[in-house]
């Protein structure tokens, strides 16, 4: 074990604080990674505050799930990294590697997986801690390689907000010819602007915020909508093929449902904690579905992070020391980033 830096909450009502967490030294599969950049994504937000009813929040809790780093110490039998390399880290840190979920390369579903912060930690008992830390153990599988061109700030955040928007896009086959909605312009939404244009979409962003219009056609959006405007809703009325729902608030997601065409798709990403509201009628009258989705597996991530490495695609951030995290989550709260925060984590060394 070594003591390594980091930032935790005491409680759902205090802020972020330096503090100091142990971590397992690599055993033969695993591999050490300083911690370059971390992201900050809503999920950290939703499990600080303990705003989860079925995923409770274990105290200490040291989050953050989008992480970039280079590799300093390798076990043994570890073939894939070697110290020097870049490595990277999305939510998820084991899994047992055998059921069927796994063999379907959907770690993310395994009975036994185990997420990188709040989740029962194997090997030093409690729970594991996330990201805002300068450095993390992990098997070399949940390691992950990194496109040597891309910038690492912008690359933290596509370990989550990527993956979580890449996965369900793919799945529900999202390419030139189909007319794409993306509901919310924050982390994860300006992510599903960028793939799904990437992908030759037609893309129309849904926002509450009317000054981000200008940001989605830059991201590559061919439409914008401010979702509060009941006339510029109607006229998308029964047209789309494939809707993503990121709100992370409570909304009225019946009003997108009404949206998609016949056999359309609304996959929601987004997880506020109160149960959301559809009218039978708006999925019998078209056919339509709704689904859900969880970030990915980890074949699947790779696969988005070369992806991202071939078409240039990094996330929008803003470089933030570790000192500014609490308030970063009072500003993502008001949806006012542009469009992830990324905390360089140099800033840990004075603490
Ligand atoms: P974020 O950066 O805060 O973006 C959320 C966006 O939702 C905001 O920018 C805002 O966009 C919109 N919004 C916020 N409050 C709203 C309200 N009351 N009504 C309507 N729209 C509202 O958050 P994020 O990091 O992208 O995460 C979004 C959600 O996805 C969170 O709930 C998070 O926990 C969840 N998540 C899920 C997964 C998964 O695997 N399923 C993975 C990661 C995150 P506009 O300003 O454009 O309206
Ligand atoms: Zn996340």
Not at 12 to 25: E, F, G, K, N, V
Not at 104 to 133: M, R
Not at 154 to 180: D, E, F, H, N, W
Not at 320 to 337: G, H
Request: hydrophobic share 35%; aromatic share 8%; proline share 5%.
């Amino acid at each position: 074990m070594y003591n390594a830096k980091a930032y935790s909450a005491g409680s759902a009502t205090s802020p972020l604080a330096s503090t100091t967490i142990a971590r397992r030294d690599p055993g033969e599969h695993d591999v050490q990674i300083d911690i370059l950049f971390c992201g900050i994504c809503h999920s950290d937000l939703h499990q600080i505050r303990g705003e989860w009813s079925s995923l409770p929040t274990v105290y200490p809790c040291v989050p953050g799930h989008e992480i970039v780093g280079r590799v300093t110490r390798v076990g043994s039998a570890v073939t894939r990294l070697e110290p020097g390399d870049l490595a990277a880290v999305g939510c998820l840190v084991d899994s047992d590697g055998t059921c069927p979920e796994c063999r379907a390369g959907l770690e993310q579903f395994c009975p036994e997986a185990t997420f990188t912060y709040n989740s029962p930690d194997k090997y030093l008992g409690n729970v594991t801690y996330g990201g805002y830390s300068e450095s993390v153990v992990v098997n070399e599988r949940f390691a992950l390689r990194v496109p040597a061109n891309l910038d690492l700030a912008g690359t933290a955040p596509l370990l989550c907000a990527g993956i979580t928007t890449y996965s369900p896009m793919r799945r529900q086959g999202v390419t030139k010819g189909k007319k794409v909605g993306v509901v919310g312009l924050g982390g994860l939404g300006h992510m599903g602007v960028k793939f799904a244009h990437a992908f030759g979409a037609h893309v129309v962003v849904f926002t509450t915020s009317p000054h981000k219009k200008d940001d989605a056609f830059q991201l590559g959006a061919d439409e914008a909508v401010v979702s509060r405007n009941a006339d510029e809703m109607e006229k998308h009325a029964g047209s789309f093929d494939f809707i993503l729902d990121t709100v992370s608030a409570d909304h009225d997601i019946d009003a997108y449902v009404k949206l998609l065409g016949r056999d359309g798709n609304l996959t929601l990403v987004g997880a506020p904690d109160k149960p959301l509201s559809v009218s039978a009628f708006s999925l019998l009258l078209r056919r339509r579905s709704l689904s859900g989705s969880l970030i990915g597996g980890l074949a699947e991530t790779q696969e988005m992070l070369d992806f991202c490495g071939a078409h240039q695609i990094t996330s929008d951030v803003e470089v933030i020391p570790i000192q500014q995290v609490n308030e970063a989550y009072e500003r993502l709260l008001r949806s006012d980033v542009k469009y992830r925060f990324s905390i360089d984590m140099a800033s840990l060394e004075s603490e």
